[in-house]
């Protein structure tokens, strides 16, 4: 019986280990997805302009450049140049697919959709001319447009091959820069997809070709160019960890701008590429990684938390990373400085003996002298060790660390991604506090609205706005921040079909101080009685309220908005009827169904909240009652399943103790060890233990009492040997 008692409690503690661990799991994946405002945008409305493509068409706008307060957008067969004040078209250049090259596409089994001339490559090279790249049906071409003496781009001359400076299809992701009259691209150079390189056409430098170890299969991102380097971000299938299965790896590559390329080895091939592995991860002891990177922002001054004055700006970039296509829907943004990507390529290199051996650090002794990552512009005469070396060492052994060592924010969600990202960079908010506010696009037509407050290296995300663009549900395909004056700035939202411009911030809608506060928004503060863009007004965002705000109102008044985007109040909460939502298609997302409004009419409109079931922001303080509910019952919970355990681990204690002081010969504690060690005597005597019917028998306790009774005094001992004779018994 006592034997039973211990096994079950043995069980149930490893029970309570899993419920644990469990819950520490759904801990830091299981966050409430609460942003202090959500609202829509309504066609129609004054401060919301649209720039529409041709409506039956996939138009693939990508933005390729923008200047004061106009912007080049490539488009199919043709490049508009838009007003970003109000989304006009100045201008458009006209480029189609030539004729032959469309049907040789036809042929190839191509749609005819894809046949077609998709602009990806735009780039003033100086103030007259505009070099253009396009797909061209599959055979990419480019040119060069002059200004005229009207001030119009027109193509006279010869049009230049375009492989490898332009993908050949306009999905393929890809990406140019054009710096120190040097044309940089990274892009795929040839028809299937499988020549990946990144290209200087000019000197024509490239990298190695079909060398998995410099490129496997990448999709680039985004480049930038600073002092004597360029960068380029991407993400590809991981060579270093091909023994583990397959995976995707975020990677920051670079290159000198003044590599001349090597000499008999290495050849017209870079002599200073180089990348490492981005570290976007969920901090802990198994890291969770987002590791596939989709966009970045520029290369620009700002800081991953407020600070109070330009001293503690950095070079820095954020990015949007998600986890891989095919697993758990996860997203999250991270922030990476300049400083550490330079650190991380003057630190060791990765490197593997052989194809069967591990990636491991390459020591200190095998690395050549000087360190492979000084720019030179004497890389023909690099000896043959280094350039061997180089060759073969691509990858640096360190990942970049984000900043802060977590993500900015983080979002799960089992219908939507993060796609793009941008930033305004170092917004006053008063207090002398600058945040650096993020706009991150999704695959289901929103822009969430974000900033870190976290004013220590701990990060504290708030979730500002959660702004519903593309009632389509279109995927977001770039995010541009236009700030001329304080008139004009904008929020640029692209889809591949439409160009809405909205409001950086709705700071107006809120009618009372408390709700201005409460928005946390560093763009707003309580000036005059109202809530404006302003810094000189009443703003608190560590906590979002204010004594200076006066007496909380009474609960309950809510003032329905009045204004052009609407707040989003669900009309049917609890319940999904799909039906019902089809027929108002000006309702929230698809994702409603996992919301639920909490405390809803009771609290003011804008403390409402909904918990998204999918998740939760780690580090986002729960400000309403309604809010802590859900971690304080899962934390009663486990409370209780521990109380319980120990209450019951006493009485069993107490009643096995009662039985036990019955036979006091017998303390059962005792007697159990006993039992063990006679076993582990058996089997190391060399006898089959259980076949022996006598030590099965020993696990019965009417045998023991037997052989306790005639062994009086002296138990442990005699309890030792006694079954010993008693087996050699059973074998004479
Ligand atoms: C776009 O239009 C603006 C305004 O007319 C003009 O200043 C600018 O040069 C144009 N850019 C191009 C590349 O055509
Ligand atoms: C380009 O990137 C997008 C978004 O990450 C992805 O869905 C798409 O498959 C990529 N294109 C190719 C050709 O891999
Ligand atoms: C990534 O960062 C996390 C948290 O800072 C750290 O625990 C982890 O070891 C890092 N991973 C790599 C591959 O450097």
């Not at 797909?135 to 490898?164: D, H, L, M, Q, W």
Request: glycine share 4%; aromatic share 10%.
């Amino acid at each position: 019986m006592e034997n039973n008692y211990l096994a079950s409690s043995k069980h149930v503690c490893v029970v309570l280990i899993f419920l644990i661990s469990h819950f520490v799991t759904i801990n830091s994946w299981q966050y409430k997805w609460n942003p202090n405002s959500y609202s829509s945008v309504q066609d129609g409305q004054k401060s919301i302009m649209y720039f529409r493509g041709k409506a039956h068409e996939n138009d693939y706008f990508k933005v390729i450049h923008s200047e004061d307060d106009w912007m080049l957008v490539g488009a199919r067969n043709v490049v508009h140049n838009i007003s970003l004040t109000d989304l006009k078209q100045f201008d458009e250049i006209k480029w189609p697919a030539d004729e032959s090259d469309i049907n040789v596409c036809i042929r190839k089994q191509k749609p005819k959709e894809e046949c077609q001339n998709y602009i990806r490559v735009l780039v003033p090279k100086n103030p007259m001319d505009l070099f253009v790249c396009g797909t061209n049906a599959f055979r990419p071409r480019c040119r060069t447009y002059r200004k005229n003496s009207e001030g119009k781009y027109e193509f006279k001359g010869k049009e230049e091959e375009g492989i490898a400076k332009c993908p050949f299809d306009p999905k393929q992701n890809s990406t140019s820069i054009y710096v120190d009259d040097k044309f940089y691209s990274a892009t795929v150079a040839d028809f299937s997809a499988r020549d990946p390189l990144i290209l200087e056409s000019d000197k024509f430098i490239r990298s190695e070709q079909y060398d998995s170890k410099w490129l496997n299969e990448p999709n680039f991102v985004s480049s930038f160019a600073k002092e004597d380097k360029v960068f380029f971000f991407f993400r590809e299938t991981a060579i270093e960890n091909i023994n583990c299965g397959k995976a995707t790896f975020s990677r920051v590559a670079r290159i000198c701008k003044e590599d001349q390329g090597g000499n008999v080895l290495l050849p017209n091939t870079w002599t200073s590429f180089f990348k490492a592995r981005l570290n976007c991860s969920i901090p802990g002891n198994m890291p969770f990684y987002f590791n596939e990177i989709q966009s970045t922002t520029s290369l620009e001054e700002g800081s991953y938390r407020p600070v109070p004055n330009s001293r503690d700006r950095h070079d820095m970039i954020y990015g949007v990373f998600t986890t891989s296509e095919n697993s758990i829907p996860g997203s999250a943004i991270c922030a990476f400085s300049h400083e550490d990507i330079i650190n991380t390529f003057q630190g060791q290199f990765k490197g593997q003996e052989s194809a069967l051996h591990n990636w491991l650090a390459v020591p200190e002794e095998k690395v050549p002298v000087p360190h492979p990552q000084e720019c030179s512009r004497h890389s023909k005469d690099l000896p043959d060790m280094t350039l061997d070396f180089i060759k073969t060492h691509p990858l640096m052994d360190k990942a970049v660390p984000a900043r802060g060592g977590a993500p900015i924010l983080v979002h799960t969600s089992f219908t939507s991604r993060f796609t793009q990202i941008a930033v305004d960079w170092q917004v006053n908010s008063g207090k002398g506090r600058y945040y650096d506010i993020i706009f991150v696009g999704t695959n289901d037509g929103r822009v969430i609205k974000t900033i870190n407050k976290g004013e220590t290296s701990k990060i504290e995300t708030v979730i500002i706005e959660d702004i519903l663009v593309f009632h389509d549900h279109s995927p977001i395909t770039n995010l541009k921040v236009y700030k001329k004056n304080s008139l004009t700035e904008k929020l640029v939202v692209m889809s591949s079909k439409d160009i809405v411009s909205i409001p950086l911030h709705r700071c107006h809608e809120k009618t009372s101080c408390h709700a201005c506060v409460a928005l946390q928004d560093p763009y707003c503060s309580w000036i005059e009685n109202k809530c404006a863009n302003s810094e000189r007004g009443i703003q608190n965002i560590q906590e979002g309220k204010d004594d200076d705000c006066g007496p909380a109102p009474p609960m309950g008044v809510s003032k329905p908005p009045t204004t052009t985007i609407r707040h989003f109040v669900p009309q049917k909460p609890l319940v999904c009827n799909c039906e019902d939502q089809e027929k108002k298609p000006k309702t929230y997302p698809i994702d409603i169904p996992s919301r639920v409004p909490v405390n809803y009419p009771e609290m003011p409109e804008e403390n409402q909240n909904f918990i998204d079931e999918g998740g939760r922001v780690e580090e986002i303080k729960d400000r309403t009652e309604s809010n802590v509910t859900a971690s304080t019952m899962a934390i009663s919970v486990v409370v209780s399943i521990v109380l319980s355990l120990v209450i019951g681990f006493l009485i069993g204690y107490k009643v096995s103790s009662c039985r036990g002081s019955r036979n006091i010969d017998t303390p059962h504690l005792d007697r159990n060890i006993a039992i063990q060690k006679t076993k582990n005597r058996l089997s190391s005597t060399g006898e089959n233990v259980y076949f022996n019917p006598e030590t099965v028998n020993l696990q019965k306790p009417n045998i023991n009492y037997v052989v306790n009774v005639t062994n009086q005094g002296k138990l442990n001992s005699s309890v030792e040997t006694k079954p010993v004779h008693k087996s050699n018994k059973v074998y004479l």
